[in-house]
T-cell receptor
Framework: AQKITQTQPGMFVQEKEAVTLDCTYD???????LFWYKQPSSGEMIFLIY??????QNATEGRYSLNFQKARKSANLVISASQLGDSAMYFC?????????????FGAGTRLFVKA | AAGVIQSPRHLIKEKRETATLKCYPI?????VYWYQQGPGQDPQFLIS???????DKGSIPDRFSAQQFSDYHSELNMSSLELGDSALYFC??????????FGSGTRLTVV
């Protein structure tokens, strides 16, 4: 079963507008972490934002915020005031505990195109 | 601040050859993860190490092996390379399962 679902293969947004990238997850754990990563065309994975399952407030990091709805198991990324440099692939990921450690599983990603 | 260092950045190998990828985690990070990302795909978890012991194993082929050394650096060894092994290989490290940081990746091309 798919643990992380990103239903939007591609998204377009006008420069300076806000955009929401969807992410839903599936877990039976009470304690888990949710991440968003940005992968530009150069290939590196850039950490954007983190939300712990026990965090009551939505995480924010500059122009990035995570709309965490625990009951719906969704962790959407909101990018405000989009910039041309935001054009990239965005991955939602979930960290779960396993015996002896942790593992992070990624969604299929959403490719964001920012238009001038 | 120091980041996760991966070497080499690019590697070209022929089929059936062997490759070794290296990863140097952020100092004092106790966990190292390896991921494989094929063209146009999401990263797939391969294997992880916690305090130099293998902690979890994902979709790592039997032709691949990995270990973490006493200085916490890790190596991913890949033998009998196949064309399908061409991918971007990421290493990530974390401390107390937080601060999950990726290296820049090694792009392996098998020809």
């Amino acid at each position: 079963a798919q643990k992380i679902t990103q239903t939007q293969p591609g998204m377009f947004v006008q420069e300076k507008e806000a955009v929401t990238l969807d992410c839903t997850y599936d877990t039976s754990d009470q304690s888990y972490g949710l991440f968003w990563y940005k992968q530009p065309s150069s290939g590196e994975m850039i950490f954007l934002i983190y939300q712990g399952s026990y965090d009551e407030q939505n995480a924010t990091e500059g122009r990035y915020s995570l709309n965490f709805q625990k009951a719906r198991k969704s962790a959407n990324l909101v990018i405000s005031a989009s910039q041309l440099g935001d054009s990239a692939m965005y991955f939602c990921a979930m960290r779960e505990a396993y015996t002896g450690g942790f593992k992070t599983i990624f969604g299929a990603g959403t490719r964001l195109f920012v238009k001038a | 601040a120091a980041g996760v260092i991966q070497s080499p950045r690019h590697l070209i190998k022929e089929k059936r050859e062997t490759a070794t990828l290296k990863c140097y985690p952020i100092p004092r990070h106790d966990t190292v993860y390896w991921y494989q990302q094929g063209p146009g795909q999401d990263p797939q978890f391969l294997i992880s190490f916690y305090e130099k012991m293998q902690s979890d194993k994902g979709s790592i082929p039997d032709r691949f092996s990995a270990q973490q050394f006493s200085d916490y650096h890790s190596e991913l060894n890949m033998s009998s390379l196949e064309l399908g092994d061409s991918a971007l290989y990421f290493c990530a490290s974390s401390k107390d399962s937080y601060g999950y940081t990726f290296g820049s990746g090694t792009r392996l091309t098998v020809v």
